[in-house]
C-alpha cells in the first residue's frame, strides 16, 4: 500500500476515535479522566476554568483529590474525557467521595 493509503488509513482511525470520546468543553464541569501528563488516567473533578483574575483560555482546573481541599493542576481541556455512566472510572470516583456523588446527583 502506498504512503499516503497508509496515512489516510491511520487519520481515519485517528478521527473515528476522536469523535467516540466525550470531550470536554469550557464548562462542563464535573468528574473527568486526563488523557495525557503526569496524571494520566487518574480521575479529577473538574472544577472550573479561571485561577481567581487569572483568566486562562482552554485552560480547565481539575482538582485531583477532593475538591476544593486537594491539589489541583491546570491541563487543556483537549486533554480531558468527561466520566460517563458507563465508565468504570465513575463508579470508582463514586465509592471514593460519596458526598460528592450524592451532592451532584449521581445515580
Do not use: C
Not at 34 to 60: Q, T, V, W
Request: aromatic share 10%; charged share 35%.
Amino acid at each position: 500500500m502506498q504512503a499516503d493509503g497508509s496515512a489516510a488509513t491511520r487519520r481515519e482511525r485517528f478521527d473515528r476515535v476522536r469523535e467516540a470520546r466525550v470531550s470536554v468543553e469550557r464548562g462542563d464541569y464535573g468528574p473527568v479522566t486526563i488523557l495525557k501528563g503526569p496524571h494520566k488516567g487518574k480521575l479529577g473533578y473538574y472544577d472550573d476554568d479561571d485561577l481567581g483574575s487569572e483568566r486562562r483560555p482552554g485552560k480547565a482546573i481539575v482538582y485531583l483529590g477532593e475538591p476544593f481541599e486537594s491539589d489541583y493542576i491546570v491541563i487543556r481541556h483537549a486533554d480531558l474525557e468527561k466520566v460517563t455512566a458507563k465508565n468504570i472510572g465513575l463508579e470508582r470516583w463514586k465509592r471514593k467521595y460519596p458526598w460528592l456523588a450524592r451532592q451532584l446527583g449521581l445515580p
